[in-house]
């Protein structure tokens, strides 16, 4: 088993003909929690969407160069294989409107054969609601629909669903960019008790949210990694005048 | 595109479905021409450019020629076009600019109802109602006054004929021209009504500017209209009076070919080359029918690509 | 300068209210046919009762009216049968033209259904008699239901390739990014989000398979002397039998047709709300 939960090498992506990512080499060492920090527009999104080949879906895209997701080339694998185990949450809370919150959460558990029993059903989604503190917010209505949740509530209800799909790597694309901050506080506690049971990936532009949560993290700027390492190291002493100008906000 | 095992089931599944889809096509055309073969043996193209309507039971003294029917089946369509679109265009700035929600959506909802209304409905309306109506209120004063001009020669009997057909399919017609229509207007970026109003434009004034953008939408609305209206049957059949006769007149009786295909297909059974010519009456309404809806989405595509830019 | 601007002002007045007023004149053919539906058919069906649903056709020369019921069992039957047929061919070429949009098969998929709506519905009628009547020697409820198949299928396709482009953009990357397929995604999320419209598709193409006349014209028969005599013999339809009544010289057929016209009008607009109803439930 590789150390590693993701190898990039030398990563160049087009879209359409623009170059989005030029040159992105990085390594995400298993069962961390990982932030890529940039401002808008510096590719992260596209960056997190390529290690679970949800790029696929994008029109006109050409990319080059070795992306490895859980030690093996993520274009040797079959897709949506590699999605099950390499879940992503977007920055816009997507629940199913169709399904009650329970049903949501226990979806990717019930495609997946996950569980046997109902009971394990049941345990699996109280542990991954508990996980993501809406457990006491929505026990009594687990049989509703999500319409009837906030806006925070309903990302913190796709993060649960997300957990109860037992990824090995989670993607989390700026998952707190349009919540108010006691949700925002709750799904950063959340992932930091995630850090020994998975590998979290988490893209944000704010440096502030990757100051409280990462253990190690990375600057991509115009389509490349500028720095990266520890995120005390990067923090207190960031060896690149970009990145100093990023974290005083400035970029 | 395909990128793993599932895609690529789907990809078999949907398959035969779709080969088998364009087997009927293909087996329609065939059949239809086949038929029609005949026909065209006999008479050669004089079947399209002579018009008479003779039967007989000696296959030798039958003589067929479909030129009223196809020219009457263009005048009516023709015509339920010119009706049908500038009503369609009113309805669609009306339906999206001028009326405010409360009025507009009921009136949205009536007109989708009159979409869908089963055609023999407008068929049973316009031949009891419609026409007897249009023969007094209009035919005859149209007649009376102004009976030197062509159209308007000859002396209304029934209400049934060319005129009433149009009215009733325009009427039929206009609610799918209109849902053309409002599809292509919702199409327009909204830059260009902000351009036409800071240039000081009237609303009436900025219409027209957003109807000179949509022009080609326009033109292919009036082609799939004009296909509709040529392929209809029930109403036609109801309404146009069933004459073989060529004839300028609006007031007069006439076939058209779905009309004449539904009055003597029983009969024509019994002749040898009765039925073979209403295929090739077939034959040819289909053919104007594709080139007509090809033509029309041709442009529909076309502009949707252009207007993006 | 002041003059022609005041000049336009009132050509923009004039214009609008001509428009407005073509608009709500359009609608008045509508209030019309369903008050001579009403005033006429009414009469019939005040006259018969619900026997008018129950009874046969009359007779030429007889003096009752008679009722429909061939023509409604065999509308019913056959329109369901047509819609049986269309709805899974119609859905799995709009799931796979959506879902891989840029694949040259899906583009002869939209030429090819895109052709089907351009074949004018009698021409489909002579087809049907020139293959399978004439090969089953009789014409039949199965001939009629395939004729309105073929008719209605554009239509269907029409509907559910909309609802399935409807889907928004996050939902489908919330599935893919759960690790399903798109078949998986297509039964435990596309489906359930858009049931309320995929259900009034299949309204609609019923709706409309129901009140088509000229697929069924040589193909469905003319059953008089039987409610049901079999999918495989002739049958009747509610819309037929109003086009073949009206068309006959005898005043109490023309009753007969106009007693149809209001229980087809009734059924529409019934169906057609109802389908109504389900759009406006639809939620995202």
Same mark, same amino acid.
């Given at each position: 088993?590789?150390?590693?939960?993701?190898?990039?090498?030398?990563?160049?992506?087009?879209?359409?003909?623009?170059?989005?990512?030029?040159?992105?080499?990085?390594?995400?060492?298993?069962?961390?929690?990982?932030?890529?920090?940039?401002?808008?527009?510096?590719?992260?999104?596209?960056?997190?969407?390529?290690?679970?080949?949800?790029?696929?879906?994008?029109?006109?895209?050409?990319?080059?160069?070795?992306?490895?997701?859980?030690?093996?080339?993520?274009?040797?694998?079959?897709?949506?294989?590699?999605?099950?185990?390499?879940?992503?949450?977007?920055?816009?809370?997507?629940?199913?409107?169709?399904?009650?919150?329970?049903?949501?959460?226990?979806?990717?558990?019930?495609?997946?054969?996950?569980?046997?029993?109902?009971?394990?059903?049941?345990?699996?989604?109280?542990?991954?609601?508990?996980?993501?503190?809406?457990?006491?917010?929505?026990?009594?209505?687990?049989?509703?629909?999500?319409?009837?949740?906030?806006?925070?509530?309903?990302?913190?209800?796709?993060?649960?669903?997300?957990?109860?799909?037992?990824?090995?790597?989670?993607?989390?694309?700026?998952?707190?960019?349009?919540?108010?901050?006691?949700?925002?506080?709750?799904?950063?506690?959340?992932?930091?008790?995630?850090?020994?049971?998975?590998?979290?990936?988490?893209?944000?532009?704010?440096?502030?949210?990757?100051?409280?949560?990462?253990?190690?993290?990375?600057?991509?700027?115009?389509?490349?990694?500028?720095?990266?390492?520890?995120?005390?190291?990067?923090?207190?002493?960031?060896?690149?005048?970009?990145?100093?100008?990023?974290?005083?906000?400035?970029? | 595109?395909?990128?793993?095992?599932?895609?690529?089931?789907?990809?078999?599944?949907?398959?035969?479905?779709?080969?088998?889809?364009?087997?009927?096509?293909?087996?329609?055309?065939?059949?239809?021409?086949?038929?029609?073969?005949?026909?065209?043996?006999?008479?050669?193209?004089?079947?399209?450019?002579?018009?008479?309507?003779?039967?007989?039971?000696?296959?030798?003294?039958?003589?067929?020629?479909?030129?009223?029917?196809?020219?009457?089946?263009?005048?009516?369509?023709?015509?339920?076009?010119?009706?049908?679109?500038?009503?369609?265009?009113?309805?669609?700035?009306?339906?999206?600019?001028?009326?405010?929600?409360?009025?507009?959506?009921?009136?949205?909802?009536?007109?989708?109802?009159?979409?869908?209304?089963?055609?023999?409905?407008?068929?049973?309306?316009?031949?009891?109602?419609?026409?007897?109506?249009?023969?007094?209120?209009?035919?005859?004063?149209?007649?009376?006054?102004?009976?030197?001009?062509?159209?308007?020669?000859?002396?209304?009997?029934?209400?049934?004929?060319?005129?009433?057909?149009?009215?009733?399919?325009?009427?039929?017609?206009?609610?799918?021209?209109?849902?053309?229509?409002?599809?292509?207007?919702?199409?327009?970026?909204?830059?260009?009504?902000?351009?036409?109003?800071?240039?000081?434009?009237?609303?009436?004034?900025?219409?027209?500017?957003?109807?000179?953008?949509?022009?080609?939408?326009?033109?292919?609305?009036?082609?799939?209209?004009?296909?509709?209206?040529?392929?209809?049957?029930?109403?036609?059949?109801?309404?146009?009076?069933?004459?073989?006769?060529?004839?300028?007149?609006?007031?007069?009786?006439?076939?058209?070919?779905?009309?004449?295909?539904?009055?003597?297909?029983?009969?024509?059974?019994?002749?040898?080359?009765?039925?073979?010519?209403?295929?090739?009456?077939?034959?040819?309404?289909?053919?104007?029918?594709?080139?007509?809806?090809?033509?029309?989405?041709?442009?529909?595509?076309?502009?949707?690509?252009?207007?993006?830019? | 300068?002041?003059?022609?601007?005041?000049?336009?002002?009132?050509?923009?007045?004039?214009?609008?209210?001509?428009?407005?007023?073509?608009?709500?004149?359009?609608?008045?053919?509508?209030?019309?046919?369903?008050?001579?539906?009403?005033?006429?058919?009414?009469?019939?069906?005040?006259?018969?009762?619900?026997?008018?649903?129950?009874?046969?056709?009359?007779?030429?020369?007889? &003096?009752?009216?008679?009722?429909?019921?061939?023509?409604?069992?065999?509308?019913?039957?056959?329109?369901?049968?047509?819609?049986?047929? &269309?709805?899974?061919?119609?859905?799995?070429?709009?799931?796979?033209?959506?879902?891989?949009?840029?694949?040259?098969?899906?583009?002869?998929?939209?030429?090819?259904?895109?052709?089907?709506?351009?074949?004018?519905?009698?021409?489909?009628?002579?087809?049907?008699? $020139?293959?399978?009547?004439?090969?089953?020697?009789?014409?039949?409820?199965?001939?009629?239901?395939?004729?309105?198949?073929?008719? &209605?299928?554009?239509?269907?396709?029409?509907?559910?390739?909309?609802?399935?482009? $409807?889907?928004?953009?996050?939902?489908?990357?919330?599935?893919?990014?759960?690790?399903?397929?798109?078949?998986?995604?297509?039964?435990?999320?596309?489906?359930?989000?858009?049931?309320?419209?995929?259900?009034?598709?299949?309204?609609?193409?019923?709706?409309?398979?129901?009140?088509?006349?000229?697929?069924?014209?040589? &193909?469905?028969?003319?059953?008089?002397?039987?409610?049901?005599?079999?999918?495989?013999?002739?049958?009747?339809?509610?819309?037929?039998?109003?086009?073949?009544?009206?068309?006959?010289?005898?005043?109490?057929?023309?009753?007969?047709?106009?007693?149809?016209?209001?229980?087809?009008?009734?059924?529409?607009?019934?169906?057609?709300?109802?389908?109504?109803?389900?759009?406006?439930?639809?939620?995202?």
């Amino acid at each position: 088993m590789s150390l590693y939960a993701v190898e990039v090498e030398d990563l160049h992506l087009r879209i359409k003909g623009v170059e989005i990512l030029r040159g992105v080499t990085l390594r995400v060492r298993r069962n961390t929690l990982f932030v890529l920090m940039g401002p808008s527009g510096s590719g992260k999104s596209t960056f997190l969407r390529t290690l679970n080949r949800l790029i696929d879906f994008v029109d006109g895209v050409e990319l080059s160069g070795l992306v490895k997701v859980l030690g093996q080339d993520i274009y040797s694998v079959d897709p949506y294989d590699l999605r099950r185990r390499v879940v992503l949450v977007s920055q816009e809370p997507n629940p199913f409107p169709h399904m009650t919150i329970y049903d949501n959460v226990a979806l990717p558990a019930r495609l997946n054969k996950i569980v046997r029993t109902k009971r394990e059903l049941d345990d699996l989604v109280r542990w991954a609601l508990e996980k993501v503190m809406l457990w006491e917010e929505v026990k009594d209505r687990l049989k509703s629909y999500p319409h009837a949740l906030s806006g925070g509530q309903r990302q913190r209800l796709c993060l649960a669903r997300a957990l109860a799909a037992k990824p090995e790597i989670l993607l989390l694309d700026e998952p707190t960019a349009n919540i108010d901050p006691v949700n925002t506080i709750k799904i950063e506690e959340s992932l930091k008790s995630l850090r020994d049971e998975v590998t979290v990936i988490m893209v944000t532009h704010m440096p502030h949210q990757a100051v409280r949560v990462a253990d190690h993290v990375a600057l991509l700027h115009s389509g490349v990694i500028v720095e990266e390492g520890p995120a005390m190291e990067v923090f207190m002493s960031p060896k690149k005048e970009v990145t100093n100008e990023f974290l005083r906000g400035a970029l | 595109m395909f990128f793993s095992k599932s895609d690529k089931l789907l990809f078999y599944s949907t398959l035969p479905l779709i080969v088998g889809v364009l087997g009927i096509l293909l087996i329609l055309s065939y059949m239809i021409l086949s038929q029609s073969w005949p026909s065209f043996q006999r008479f050669g193209f004089a079947v399209l450019t002579t018009s008479a309507w003779s039967p007989s039971d000696d296959p030798q003294r039958e003589f067929y020629g479909l030129a009223a029917p196809i020219a009457s089946s263009l005048y009516v369509s023709i015509l339920s076009v010119l009706v049908s679109l500038p009503i369609s265009i009113c309805l669609t700035l009306t339906l999206i600019e001028i009326l405010p929600k409360y009025l507009g959506a009921p009136l949205r909802y009536v007109t989708e109802v009159m979409g869908g209304l089963p055609t023999v409905i407008y068929g049973l309306w316009g031949s009891t109602t419609l026409a007897p109506f249009l023969r007094d209120q209009v035919m005859k004063p149209l007649h009376d006054y102004l009976g030197f001009i062509p159209l308007f020669s000859c002396r209304p009997l029934t209400g049934h004929s060319m005129l009433a057909a149009s009215i009733t399919l325009a009427v039929a017609t206009t609610p799918y021209v209109t849902a053309l229509l409002i599809e292509g207007y919702y199409l327009i970026p909204s830059k260009y009504k902000e351009g036409a109003y800071s240039l000081g434009a009237t609303d009436y004034e900025a219409y027209k500017i957003m109807m000179g953008i949509l022009k080609p939408y326009v033109i292919a609305a009036s082609l799939l209209g004009f296909s509709r209206a040529l392929s209809e049957t029930t109403i036609v059949a109801l309404t146009v009076g069933n004459s073989m006769k060529l004839s300028l007149c609006l007031f007069d009786p006439a076939y058209t070919i779905p009309s004449l295909i539904a009055n003597q297909f029983e009969s024509a059974r019994l002749y040898e080359y009765a039925l073979p010519t209403l295929f090739a009456g077939a034959l040819t309404l289909l053919l104007i029918s594709l080139a007509a809806s090809y033509a029309g989405i041709r442009l529909v595509y076309g502009w949707r690509e252009r207007i993006h830019v | 300068m002041y003059r022609s601007m005041t000049s336009r002002k009132v050509r923009n007045y004039i214009m609008v209210i001509v428009m407005v007023a073509v608009s709500f004149l359009y609608v008045t053919p509508l209030i019309s046919i369903i008050y001579t539906a009403v005033e006429r058919g009414g009469a019939v069906l005040v006259e018969t009762g619900l026997k008018f649903l129950t009874d046969l056709p009359p007779t030429p020369l007889s &003096t009752s009216v008679g009722g429909i019921a061939p023509a409604l069992i065999g509308s019913l039957l056959a329109s369901a049968l047509a819609i049986l047929i &269309t709805t899974p061919i119609a859905f799995l070429m709009a799931f796979y033209v959506t879902e891989f949009p840029r694949h040259s098969l899906s583009r002869v998929c939209e030429v090819v259904v895109r052709a089907f709506s351009g074949v004018p519905s009698i021409v489909v009628s002579m087809f049907i008699y $020139s293959t399978v009547v004439m090969s089953m020697g009789t014409q039949s409820l199965l001939a009629g239901s395939l004729a309105l198949a073929i008719v &209605t299928l554009p239509y269907t396709y029409v509907y559910f390739t909309s609802a399935f482009r $409807s889907i928004p953009e996050s939902l489908r990357e919330a599935a893919m990014s759960l690790g399903m397929n798109r078949v998986r995604a297509l039964i435990h999320v596309y489906v359930g989000v858009l049931r309320r419209s995929l259900l009034t598709g299949l309204l609609m193409s019923y709706v409309r398979a129901f009140g088509d006349t000229a697929p069924l014209l040589f &193909t469905m028969g003319f059953l008089m002397n039987a409610v049901f005599a079999g999918v495989l013999q002739q049958s009747n339809a509610v819309p037929l039998m109003i086009f073949v009544y009206a068309l006959s010289p005898y005043e109490n057929f023309h009753r007969v047709a106009w007693g149809a016209t209001l229980v087809l009008l009734i059924i529409y607009l019934a169906l057609f709300t109802v389908s109504r109803v389900l759009v406006r439930g639809v939620k995202l």
